[in-house]
T-cell receptor
Framework: DAGITQSPRHKVTETGTPVTLRCHQT?????MYWYRQDPGHGLRLIHY???????DKGEVSDGYSVSRSKTEDFLLTLESATSSQTSVYFC?????????????FGNGTRLTVT | GQQVMQIPQYQHVQEGEDFTTYCNSS?????IQWYKQRPGGHPVFLIQ???SGEVKKQKRLTFQFGEAKKNSSLHITATQTTDVGTYFC??????????WGAGTKLIIKP
């Protein structure tokens, strides 16, 4: 498996609290992605990054922000968590962009918002 | 808008039977990718098809890309318990984003 580490693996938090999920890669890939996966909805793109400090929105970006200050780290922040953000979050990396080269996923973070 | 439809949603098979999942795009695709996700796991890349009419095999798995580059299929011969999981197809929305099928869940009947 590609060198991708997500932390934490599990998190329970209360509604209204801020939460930050971290993705760390050792592959030096330019492109990094945050997806969420929910039953009945498959994989949905939240945000992605195409370089340091370069990010763009995906299809479900409301309520989420991201930052990429180093090639190896991509952070996902829920500014004020809501119950609808209870989900499994996957980070993924791609060498040339997901439309051109495969995605390699981290093990995921299971987030529960109570 | 662009859509990728994947059928069936579920398939129950006896161990040893074959399994097929189909993927259909509303637009011509430059490539199509297939992923497998085991229960409780993360999606794992299986293969990328690029050429019209391409057929690729990985042991018991056969992947096809249609002549019009709008459809694809994954066929597993003689399923084993290790094949259990959800199989996803995905095509490019852009150079940077994929559009995903909803996945087909393979269930092995006891």
């Amino acid at each position: 498996d590609a060198g991708i580490t997500q932390s934490p693996r599990h998190k329970v938090t209360e509604t209204g609290t801020p939460v930050t999920l971290r993705c760390h890669q050792t592959e030096n890939h330019r492109y990094m992605y945050w997806y969420r996966q929910d039953p009945g909805h498959g994989l949905r793109l939240i945000h992605y990054s195409y370089g340091v400090k370069d990010t763009d929105k995906g299809e479900v970006s409301d309520g989420y922000s991201v930052s990429r200050s180093k090639t190896e780290d991509f952070l996902l922040t829920l500014e004020s968590a809501t119950s609808s953000q209870t989900s499994v979050y996957f980070c993924a990396i791609s060498e040339s962009g997901a439309g051109r080269s495969p995605l390699h996923f981290g093990n995921g973070t299971r987030l529960t918002v109570t | 808008g662009q859509q990728v439809m994947q059928i069936p949603q579920y398939q129950h098979v006896q161990e040893g039977e074959d399994f097929t999942t189909y993927c259909n795009s509303s637009t011509t695709l430059s490539n199509i990718q297939w992923y497998k996700q085991r229960p409780g796991g993360h999606p794992v890349f299986l293969i990328q098809l690029v050429k019209s009419g391409e057929v690729k095999k990985q042991k018991r798995l056969t992947f096809q890309f249609g002549e019009a580059k709008k459809n694809s299929s994954l066929h597993i011969t003689a399923t084993q318990t290790t094949d259990v999981g959800t199989y996803f197809c995905a095509g490019p929305r852009s150079n940077y984003q994929l559009i995903w099928g909803a996945g087909t869940k393979l269930i092995i009947k006891p």
